[in-house]
């Protein structure tokens, strides 16, 4: 077995641990294919990332960034997995957070697994990966 092939199924069992530690989770986030390769996707299938300007726990992006980033946001009755964490946003609206990262989708990103989002403004933006 390649040593790629062995770090996809470790990350691929690892989050499988995740989802089944919340069944919620399980229908909002998953280990999904993207152009960049084995990363978190959404319920639909579109890809998740990270933003360098958020601070643990906190989201750098409102207003008008979050129209082109729209925040993963919790859902009613949905509890955390592993690794996984509810972010209270500036506008009170709670969304989630991977390792202490929010989570957001990019409004560019038109089908499942597209990633253009993956290094906008200047590498800033960052394909989420377990």
Not at 14 to 40: C, I, R, Y
Not at 78 to 106: I, N, Q
């Amino acid at each position: 077995m390649s040593r790629v092939s062995a770090r996809t199924i470790a990350a691929t069992a690892a989050f499988a641990l995740v989802l089944a530690s919340s069944g919620a989770l399980a229908e909002m986030a998953k280990l999904g294919d993207t152009a960049k390769g084995k990363a978190f996707v959404d319920s639909k299938g579109m890809t998740l990332y990270t933003f360098d300007k958020d601070s643990a726990g906190k989201s750098a992006c409102n207003g008008p960034c979050a129209t082109n980033w729209p925040p993963l946001l919790v859902g009613e009755g949905e509890k955390p997995g592993t690794g996984m964490s509810a972010v209270t946003r500036d506008d009170g609206k709670k969304m989630w957070a991977y390792k202490g990262k929010p989570l957001y989708t990019f409004i560019k990103d038109t089908k499942p697994g597209e990633a253009k989002g993956d290094g906008f403004l200047n590498g800033a933006w960052h394909v989420a990966k377990p």
